[in-house]
């Protein structure tokens, strides 16, 4: 019978090993609005940040590599043929992505360098004024490390999120990944 | 046995044949056997060509190969000719030799073999396998044969004569015999030949005149080739053979190779005594530089599926027939399955890196038998697709087969991996 391939095995213990240290690194901070539109923008944000996340996730780190990519691009050029670069480059582009949409434009907004609308684009059912929220109190995430603005705190507990539910998904994948290689390659 | 016998006499039959396996390795001709006859040694192209097909027989045991035979004529002893028929080299001593051979003739080395003196083949034996060899279950028998050569001037009568003696013992009516006889097509490199501008006119007609005079009726038809306006050859890099140039539109050579085919199907005619009356003129039936087009093609997919590492990487993908198609990763697995016997402890991944090696060391020596420019037109991962992978046709379940060394398996396995490699999906039918 054919072992697993170690490239995968390490990948899913690395990724289980991250997503055990930023859920303990999340779960430090503690957010607090007493400014109830802020409270109810929050929660919504939160919501679709999650929500995104997790279809981000999904879409780059599974269906892309796994379906899109070698149906459609895998016989055309070479990196889509090469498992490794086909995993990678989709899951690195979705990263980009999402931290452009959901994470830096929001930031910016906050500081003023975008307009709200721009900002947050990503966001239709977040109103635009949540970027100009501030914090009233709380213990906040790292102590406020990131910034008092609640938008701040939000987002970069959130982003640990992110990156905890990447690091699942890709644990996930990278288990049935080997599941399936050593499947398929089994002697008969 | 395959039912096409080609029989390749002489320097010009060696070369005629290396650009015919090329065609044959990539999927535009019929497996065919060959048994090439030269004082000189065999091409090394043939020799690598031949390993790689010995190295895979015993795994596609239902697919038919080539097969490719070296016979070598008996030489007399000694140093020179002189010294062959006299038994000495003393010049002069009186000897009948000095009656029927030239001085020159006389201090030829044997080495030399019958360089541009079909003369000299009366001194040499024919292989004795020629005499035993069976012919019957072959449609045609085609000989190739330069009449300007020392050993095809020389030795094709004889040849031709031997084996229209077989055809009538063994009463194989229905094996066709036909020939490629060239005549002067090159020019002669006049350092090694001085003499070349009387001699090449004068072997021509001496063997032509044996032919018309001697030819057994069993000859069923040949085509002549010649050309007034031929290169030069390039002997030095014939005789290692690496990278050899694949000849152009108007060469010889190439119209040698593309006659094949058509001797091949051509139907049997009706005996005809006269000898001139059995040449046929062949219509083309493909371009040189299609010809070159298709082996650059192939060329350039199997540099790709070496340089990208793709068996390698395929081990690792978790979808590799959804991007290879079925097949290749069928034969993959077979071999994975089958490497058990020779490395049984191994993981998928570590029996592709090894075949990727294997295959890799392989191809660096075959590579030498495809022209130098056959070389970099870009290729896509469709290319490796398009591949003529064949699960079917690897059976390592044959009787008697047991690979328990692992570097005989990589070399069996990569062997099998290119004949296929080599060859466009399309193609499997017209070849195997």
């Known amino acids: 019978m054919s072992r697993i391939p170690m490239a995968y095995t390490r990948w899913a213990v690395a990724a289980v090993l991250l997503v055990n240290a930023f859920l303990v690194v999340a779960v430090s901070g503690q957010l607090t609005n007493d400014v109830v539109d802020c409270t109810d923008w929050d929660t919504a944000f939160a919501q679709a940040f ?43 582009a979705g990263a980009l992505m999402f ?36 914090a009233v109190n709380g213990s906040g995430f790292l102590g406020f490390a990131a910034g008092k ?40 | 046995m395959n039912s096409t016998l080609i029989i390749a006499i002489g320097g010009t039959g060696q070369l005629v044949l290396h650009y015919y396996l090329q065609r044959y390795l990539t999927g535009r001709a019929k497996p065919f056997d060959a048994i090439v006859i030269d004082v000189d040694k065999l091409l090394p192209p043939l020799e690598k060509v031949a390993g790689l097909l010995d190295r895979a027989r015993p795994v596609l045991t239902d697919v038919r190969l080539p097969s490719i035979s070296y016979w070598r004529p008996i030489a007399p002893g000694g140093k020179t000719i002189r010294e062959a028929l006299a038994g000495n080299s003393d010049v002069d001593r009186f000897h009948p030799a ?108 001496f063997v032509l005149r044996t032919l018309q005079a001697l030819a057994p009726a069993e000859l069923d038809s040949f ?26 539109n108007a060469d010889p050579i190439w119209t040698g190779v593309d006659a094949l085919p058509a001797l091949i199907t051509e139907t049997t005619r009706d005996r005809q005594e006269e000898f001139a009356k059995r040449e046929i003129t062949l219509a083309p039936s493909e371009s040189a530089a299609n010809a070159a087009t298709l082996v650059a093609r ?63 060391k392989r191809w660096s020596d075959v590579r030498r038998v495809f022209p130098s420019e056959a070389a970099e037109a870009p ?41 296929q490699a080599l060859r466009e999906e399309s193609n499997v039918g017209a070849s195997h």
């Open chain 1, 50 to 92: 999650v929500m995104w996340a997790l279809i981000f996730a999904a879409v780059f780190a599974w269906v892309v590599p796994r379906w899109f990519l070698p149906r459609l691009a895998a016989r055309h050029w070479w990196w889509a043929s090469n498992p490794k670069k086909r995993s990678i480059f989709p899951a690195v």
């Open chain 1, 99 to 134: 931290a452009l949409l959901f994470i830096a434009f929001p930031l910016l907004a906050s500081k003023n360098y975008l307009s709200p609308e721009v900002g947050m684009l990503a966001l239709p059912d977040v109103d635009s004024r949540y970027a100009s929220c501030e």
């Open chain 1, 149 to 188: 603005a609640p938008l701040l705190r939000t987002t970069w507990a959130l982003a640990i999120v992110m990156l905890a539910v990447f690091g699942f998904v890709i644990a996930v994948s990278a288990s049935l990944t080997a599941w399936r290689i050593r499947s398929y390659w089994r002697r008969t």
């Open chain 2, 98 to 205: 000095n009656a029927f051979f030239g001085k020159s003739e006389l201090e030829q080395s044997i080495a030399e073999g019958l360089f541009a003196r079909p003369a000299l083949s009366s001194l040499v034996k024919l292989p004795s396998d020629l005499g035993t060899m069976r012919v019957s279950g072959r449609r045609r028998i085609i000989t190739v044969s330069s009449v300007v050569g020392g050993t095809g001037g020389g030795l094709t009568g004889p040849i031709l004569a031997s084996l229209a003696s077989s055809i009538r013992t063994e009463h194989a009516d229905e094996t066709s015999l036909r020939s490629v006889f060239f005549g002067e097509y090159f020019q002669a490199d006049v350092k090694r030949l001085p003499d070349a501008a009387k001699r090449f006119p004068s072997n021509v007609l």
């Open chain 2, 223 to 248: 085509s002549f080739v010649s050309s007034d306006h031929g290169g030069k050859r390039d002997t030095q890099r014939e005789v290692t053979g690496d990278y050899l140039p694949w000849p152009g």
């Open chain 2, 298 to 360: 192939r060329v350039s997919a199997v540099n790709a599926l070496i340089d990208r590492r793709v068996i390698e990487d395929m081990s690792r993908d978790p979808v590799p027939e959804t991007c290879w198609g079925p097949a290749f990763p069928k034969v993959l697995k077979k071999l994975v399955s089958a490497s058990a016997t020779a490395s049984p402890g191994n993981s998928a991944d570590a029996v592709c890196r090894q075949l990727q090696g294997g295959l890799q």
């Open chain 2, 379 to 419: 290729s896509k991962p469709a290319d490796i697709v398009r591949m003529a992978w064949d699960p079917n046709a690897l059976r390592f379940d044959a009787a008697g087969l047991r690979i328990e060394n692992p570097a005989d398996f990589a070399e069996i396995a990569s062997s099998v991996l290119l004949l």
